[in-house]
């Protein structure tokens, strides 16, 4: 039995799926707590958008990922890993399948905003919100029971406090229309760890927990966290539940059950902690999270760096460095790619950069490394350039502001070798003072206007220049591998 039902009965059992002869892949005993870490990278059957990009017959492949004596070929698709957060690279997610599946998707778990700031506030534990975001967007959809599955998942409760609250009772309980089309077995399966987690509310009876606006799916995703007491376990039952591939990996760039916070230093010395007080401060607002960067304050100063803090920081006293999961480091070494994607640079992406063993194995790859440009600024990005984004990638992965022994010493086309820049961006693109830091490969590509952000990359064209670099460097290593057996 996983926990007590939401009115004091038993809550519905696992057994019913772990048994079942569903088509789907059965899932495993939760008593195992699977990794993530533990899945195989299966090399799919078809032939790649990436392969047609190909020219002279080369292989989408990296230097490191084939040996000199092996001949070119065009079967396997290139394998990516690709730092983001959960909102702004989600949309060429869906174009990004077309070129390969072979990608780690490496995400922060220092979000503290929206539906997943109450959770953290009430339970403990690493912000999911990102992860599940991603989740949902790499699920099937080949099924009417896949479509239905990721429409409960995805599912937001009203800003209504009262509405919210009953609705969720309706969904525990298994009575709202949102389970219409999940077979028995998923059903009970998804509803066992959303019992689990209205349990461990009821627990922590002195605090009143918020449904407003609510994510199921950060709900089934905290249940699952707190039922395992593993977060690579939680990713491996949400992705199992909503079906992804099982060659794309959703990896928190820190495996860890605890809480973690985000702070950053501006250059006029300020300190501000929280992810959400430094990229959309709310003011503790339940409401969605107003991304327009027209809505926001501008920061009394630039950031200098980002790092992390104790729960109850507040100043660099209380800094802290936990470890990078042991599992993007391996990924990191295998990868024919390396992709800082577009998104909030100092809350997305940089959270992921700054720890040890990042740096390190990312200036040691010589593979594309490829930042993909916003096409606006932002309240953490305002009056930087395209040179701006390279040199705080350096920074972060280099630890520039940190304690001076742990700090290294790369050059930016160490850590990146070709800018993607959308068409008619607002982002000024030095190519000058790119070339300064040894960055000669600027590519634009075509962009659509968002009336929210304004300009983004269209995902079809992104892809395509994408594919074009890998299987660029790919040749370039192929025909210096020929070159040395020749010599």
């Not at 072979?102 to 919100?129: F, K």
């Not at 968002?450 to 192929?478: R, T, W, Y």
Request: charged share 20%; glycine share 8%.
């Amino acid at each position: 039995m996983v926990a007590a039902g939401l009115l004091g009965g038993p809550a519905p059992s696992l057994t019913p799926f772990l048994r079942s002869s569903s088509p789907r892949p059965p899932l495993p005993s939760p008593s195992s707590s699977p990794s993530v870490a533990a899945r195989s990278i299966p090399r799919p059957s078809v032939v790649p958008m990436a392969a047609s990009h190909c020219s002279s017959g080369t292989s989408p492949r990296g230097a490191d990922a084939s040996s000199p004596s092996s001949s070119p070929n065009l079967i396997d698709p290139p394998s990516l890993l690709v730092f983001s957060g959960g909102t702004a690279f989600n949309g060429v997610v869906e174009e990004l399948k077309k070129l390969t599946t072979r990608v780690a998707h490496v995400l922060p778990v220092s979000d503290d905003g929206g539906s997943t700031a109450e959770i953290v506030r009430v339970l403990g534990g690493p912000a999911v919100g990102d992860i599940r975001s991603r989740c949902l967007r790499l699920s099937d959809e080949s099924t009417s029971e896949a479509l239905a599955v990721r429409k409960l998942l995805g599912h937001r409760l009203s800003l209504d406090a009262a509405e919210a609250k009953s609705e969720w009772h309706q969904i525990v309980e298994g009575e709202h229309c949102l389970w219409d089309g999940v077979s028995r077995p998923y059903g009970e399966t998804i509803r066992a760890f959303l019992a689990f987690f209205q349990y461990q509310i009821l627990q922590r009876s002195n605090e009143s927990f918020c449904f407003s606006n609510g994510s199921i799916g950060n709900f089934f995703f905290a249940g699952a966290r707190i039922f395992f007491q593993s977060l690579d376990a939680a990713i491996f039952l949400f992705s199992r539940v909503s079906d992804i591939p099982t060659e794309s990996l959703v990896l928190p760039v820190i495996s860890t059950n605890d809480r973690l916070t985000l702070g950053c230093e501006l250059w006029d010395g300020t300190i501000i902690r929280g992810q959400n007080e430094i990229s959309h401060p709310t003011n503790g607002c339940m409401e969605p999270i107003n991304k327009d960067c027209a809505s926001t304050l501008r920061l009394p100063s630039g950031i200098k760096r980002v790092f992390y803090m104790s729960s109850e920081g507040c100043n660099l006293l209380h800094e802290v460095f936990p470890a990078a999961n042991p599992t993007v480091l391996e990924q990191l070494k295998k990868v024919d790619c390396i992709v800082y994607a577009m998104g909030s640079l100092f809350t997305s992406i940089c959270p992921s950069l700054v720890l040890h063993g990042i740096g390190e194995i990312i200036a040691s790859r010589s593979i594309p490394k490829v930042l993909l440009l916003n096409g606006s600024h932002d309240r953490e990005t305002t009056g930087l350039s395209a040179s701006g984004f390279v040199t705080a990638i350096t920074d972060a992965l280099n630890r520039t502001y940190g304690d001076p022994g742990k700090s290294l010493k790369n050059t930016a086309s160490d850590y990146i070798n070709a800018l993607l820049v959308p068409r008619d961006g607002q982002i000024l693109t030095d190519v000058q003072c790119l070339a300064t830091q040894g960055i000669f490969h600027v590519v634009p590509v075509d962009s659509i206007h968002d009336p929210k952000v304004g300009a983004i990359f269209e995902p079809k064209s992104l892809m395509k220049a994408l594919a074009d670099l890998i299987c660029q460097q790919a040749h370039k290593n192929f025909m210096m591998d020929a070159s040395l057996r020749a010599y």
